[in-house]
């Protein structure tokens, strides 16, 4: 049932109202998330130009949505385009706001060539290393000192209970010791970046579990990982908050950092596959539950803030979303803080006086 009074209650006992909330002046998040954490958004070429305002009063730090993959920086084995990447770091540093770098070693957005020869062939073990050496100490150089943390890994353990890694060519060109391989190249080209496991369905308890064998085993033998990304990719009612603490609680317990990376909250279901698009704009309804969710996320966040050091949405405002192509294309959701027009949604205001409570 939604629960609409128990908002509607918080307000008034703050003495507002939304009218006032309306008039009131808007807040920047970041400076009243500032003896907390970092709050971080993913932005891109165009987005950086498109929703300058809102980014540079609201945030302090961000992440390239797709800018510093693999093949956007290395499409093919003797060429690298910086142009987009290198605009998205000089608007940071113009802005005052850190950069977290996304990603290194991940199976998608990978050219072919890192584990294929031109002709098909498969690269050996070496061969395939000896491209990811090269990759990892021309991007973390170009950028050392200029992005603070890097997703290093991404996504590198398995959804289902039968195995413990994903079944990646990374996995099986190279062997499970990519994993640390790859923290311990980074750890040398940038020794004063803060390396990061990133994953997706971090909460789910068999998932979880997996995460943390992966990443305690790393650090039983020495590897320089320094934190665990929790890409937040949640829903308005999944997973249970319960979840989410565990997961955190968990993780934490291994002494690494933790950061959430990729946060949203899609207005479905996450089996909810439908095609048909039902609805056009976000209705008062469901504003007021995904407020009600982002309260019940950063008040757990807020909990966690000696070990959490970051808090990153993926994207800034409704109008720019992943989630409008993923997992059905074209159907619009409105995951983010902001509407498409770049207006303060109820869920802002809630984290806001989230911060302060
Ligand atoms: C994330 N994967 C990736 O880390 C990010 O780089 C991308 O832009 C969007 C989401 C989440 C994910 C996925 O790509 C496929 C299935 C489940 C989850």
């Known amino acids: 049932m939604l629960d609409v009074h128990r908002l509607t209650k918080l307000s008034v006992q703050k003495g507002m109202n939304r009218m006032d909330r309306e008039a009131k002046p808007v807040p920047s998040l970041c400076q009243v998330y500032q003896d907390h954490f970092l709050i971080g958004a993913a932005v891109n070429a165009r987005t950086i130009l498109t929703h300058e305002s809102l980014l540079t009063q609201h945030f302090s730090s961000i992440t390239a949505e797709n800018e510093m993959k693999f093949e956007e920086l290395h499409p093919a084995l003797d060429r690298y385009d910086f142009q987009r990447a290198d605009a998205l770091v000089n608007f940071a540093e113009q802005h005052g706001m850190k950069v977290r770098g996304h990603t290194l070693v991940w199976h998608n957005q990978t050219p072919s060539f890192v584990f ?42 398995s959804d289902a209970d039968d195995r413990e890694l994903r079944d990646t060519p990374w996995l099986r060109q190279v062997g499970e010791d990519y994993l640390s391989l790859a923290f311990e190249m980074a750890h040398e080209i940038d020794p004063n970046a803060q390396l ?37 990719h949640y829903r308005l009612g999944q997973p249970p908050r319960d979840e989410i603490r565990d997961a955190i609680e968990r993780y934490a317990s291994l002494g690494v950092k933790l950061q959430v990376t990729e946060l949203d909250v899609s207005t479905y279901a996450w089996n909810d596959q439908s095609r048909e698009v039902q609805v ?21 966040f807020r909990a966690y803030k000696d070990v959490l050091t970051g808090v990153t949405l993926w994207g800034i405002a409704d109008d720019a979303t992943w989630l409008d192509n993923f997992p059905v294309r074209g159907r619009k959701d409105w995951p983010l803080l902001f509407t498409e027009d770049h207006v303060p949604k109820p869920a802002f205001w809630v984290v806001v006086d989230e911060a302060t409570r």
Do not use: C
């Open 116 to 157: 294929s020869h031109s002709d098909g062939t498969a690269r050996t073990r070496e061969q395939v290393l000896a491209i990811l050496r090269e990759h990892m100490t021309t991007v973390m150089g170009r950028y050392k000192g200029r992005v603070y943390a890097w997703d290093v890994v991404n996504e590198a353990v």
């Open 280 to 300: 056009q704009v976000q209705d008062a309804r469901s504003q007021e539950r995904q407020a009600q969710r982002y309260e019940e996320l950063f008040s757990l």
């Open 196 to 232: 990061f496991y990133n994953d997706y369905n971090e909460t789910h308890p068999g998932k979880r579990e997996r995460i943390y064998r992966m990443v305690k085993s790393l650090l039983s033998r020495g590897v320089p990982i320094h934190g665990i990304g929790l890409q937040g």
